[in-house]
């Protein structure tokens, strides 16, 4: 069991300091300046620690700062589980914290919660004196809420198998669940663990296999080896082994976030990520690379695509 440490080093508590505003007068004159923000009631941290964080790390700190008021027992699930568990979504995380509650036991969302009432049991691990949904119900209530891009970006993630310590669902484990479920979203469940993949390494990877199928381009390979002229493995995104075909989605991430650079400058990672394309492109026919705006506007990623040769049962997609 794995679930996301607190992701800040320095947090400020109104409720640590007897329930009293904080005193101290350099803080205060830091939250003035702008060096510390305000991230929950009563809650404050450093600015540029916070700006540091993923928009995952942040939606699971407010979910950290919700258990540590709520005074009786809560079971996190949905958005506010997947940020606990290291599951990354599609869009924008919610400003709602979630908890699923009991048929019977009444309640309506408001006060930044948003409460999901279950009449069936929920799978869940403990968290502290809470509750918190395990990966596997995580995974399928929210393949059930989504949109079928959303949910394979959320399942490929659930399954995802490069991850640090391992996947944390089993295919065959969620593929059951997802058959098994009923009511709302059932259908939507089925669709997406059908569809799901653990080789996808990024939820913009899930998005392009989505959009690829939708525009009737043929089913890739994912994370196919390539060995490059230094005897170095080189694994690719997609790969049309049919038509000697690769493509790569191209994340900012890997130049910008020191954690993905390993200690080089922007500039090396860049050139680093040429010469690999170069070494790549002299072992196959085709090479397509796009960004987040193709994923925006599908028929950008048709036109790279297609352009490159590679064939497509369905026209270009309308504006």
Same mark, same amino acid.
């Given at each position: ?7 800040? +080093? ?18 205060? %004159? ?11 009631? !009563?809650?404050? +941290? ?14 699971? /700190? ?18 506010? =589980? ?7 979504? *599609?869009?924008?995380?919610?400003? %709602?914290?979630? *908890? ?6 009444? !309640?309506?969302?408001?006060? !930044? ?10 799978? +869940? ?10 990966? #596997? ?8 809420? &989504? ?20 996947? #944390? ?10 058959? $098994?479920? +009923? ?12 569809? =799901? ?13 989505? @959009?690829?199928? %939708? ?6 390979? *994912?994370?196919?080896?390539?060995? &490059? ?40 990672? @860049? ?8 070494? *790549? ?13 193709? @994923?925006?506007?599908?028929? /950008?990623?048709?036109?790279? &695509? ?6 497509? $049962? ?6």
């Amino acid at each position: 069991m794995w679930l996301l440490d607190s992701p800040l +080093t320095t947090v400020f508590r109104r409720r640590e300091n007897d329930g009293e505003p904080v005193n101290d007068r350099r803080l205060r %004159a830091r939250i003035t300046r702008g060096d510390i923000t305000r991230i929950a009631p !009563g809650v404050y +941290t450093d600015r540029r620690e916070w700006e540091r964080l993923t928009p995952m790390a942040r939606h699971a /700190q407010l979910v950290w700062e919700s258990g540590a008021r709520a005074r009786s027992e809560q079971v996190y699930s949905h958005w506010a =589980a997947a940020a606990l568990h290291g599951i990354d979504i *599609l869009g924008r995380w919610p400003a %709602a914290i979630d *908890l699923s509650i009991a048929d019977a036991s009444g !309640g309506r969302s408001s006060g !930044g919660i948003r409460r999901h009432t279950r009449i069936d049991d929920v799978e +869940t691990w403990s968290w502290g004196r809470h509750r918190v949904a395990t990966p #596997l119900q995580t995974a399928v209530d929210l393949a059930a809420a &989504l949109r079928f891009v959303e949910a394979v970006a959320v399942v490929d993630q659930a399954l995802w198998n490069r991850r640090t310590g391992g996947a #944390l669902v089993a295919s065959g484990a969620l593929v059951e669940a997802a058959h $098994s479920r +009923t009511g709302r979203g059932a259908g939507r469940a089925v669709r997406a663990a059908d569809f =799901a993949s653990s080789l996808a390494d990024s939820v913009r990877e899930s998005e392009s296999r989505v @959009l690829i199928s %939708a525009m009737g381009f043929p089913a890739p390979e *994912l994370q196919a080896r390539f060995v &490059l002229s230094n005897g170095r493995d080189a694994f690719t995104d997609f790969f049309w082994r049919e038509h000697r075909h690769i493509g790569e989605f191209d994340g900012a991430g890997k130049y910008r976030d020191p954690a993905l650079r390993k200690g080089r400058a922007p500039e090396q990672v @860049l050139l680093d990520e040429k010469d690999r394309e170069d070494d *790549l492109r002299r072992q196959v026919s085709a090479f397509s690379r796009w960004r987040v705006p193709a @994923l925006k506007a599908p028929r /950008q990623l048709y036109d790279i &695509l297609h352009g490159a040769g590679l064939p497509t $049962s369905m026209p270009r997609p309308g504006r």
